[in-house]
Nanobody, 117 residues
Framework: QVQLVESGGGLVQAGGSLKLSCTAS????????MGWYRQAPGKERELVAS???????NYRDSVKGRFTISRDNAKNTVYLQMNSLKPEDTAVYYC???????????WGQGTQVTVSS
C-alpha cells in the first residue's frame, strides 16, 4: 500500500556531498519512523540514520557529524544530507518507513551512491 521512492543518488568524489530524498505515498496513517539504510557489496544492510515523527534522530557512529537526516511530515518525505563523503560510504541506500499501527515496515527500491577516491 505504501510506496517509497528514493532519489538523489549518484557518483561523487571523496569529500563531496549528496542529498537523498524519499517520498512516501499511499499512507493513510502516520509513519512513525523513517530512516535510511545502506548495503555495500558483500555486506549486510545497515542502519545509517533514522528519525521519528517527533524529530528524534539516531545515527550510526561512522556518519555522525557528516550526515543529517530530516523529514517533512506534510510532504511525507525524509531526507539524508551527506557531506564529506568517503569511499566507504559507497552502497545502495534504501529508504525505510515504519507504520506502528500495522507494525509494518516499507522499503524503497534503493538508490546507488558511489564515492570515488
Amino acid at each position: 500500500q505504501v510506496q517509497l521512492v528514493e532519489s538523489g543518488g549518484g557518483l561523487v568524489q571523496a569529500g563531496g556531498s549528496l542529498k537523498l530524498s524519499c517520498t512516501a505515498s499511499g499512507s493513510r496513517f502516520g509513519l512513525n519512523t523513517m530512516g535510511w539504510y545502506r548495503q555495500a557489496p558483500g555486506k549486510e544492510r545497515e542502519l545509517v540514520a533514522s528519525i521519528t515523527s517527533g524529530g528524534s534522530t539516531n545515527y550510526r557512529d561512522s556518519v555522525k557529524g557528516r550526515f543529517t537526516i530530516s523529514r517533512d511530515n506534510a510532504k511525507n518525505t525524509v531526507y539524508l544530507q551527506m557531506n564529506s563523503l568517503k569511499p566507504e560510504d559507497t552502497a545502495v541506500y534504501y529508504c525505510n518507513a515504519y507504520q506502528a499501527i500495522y507494525t509494518r515496515s516499507y522499503w524503497g527500491q534503493g538508490t546507488q551512491v558511489t564515492v570515488s577516491s
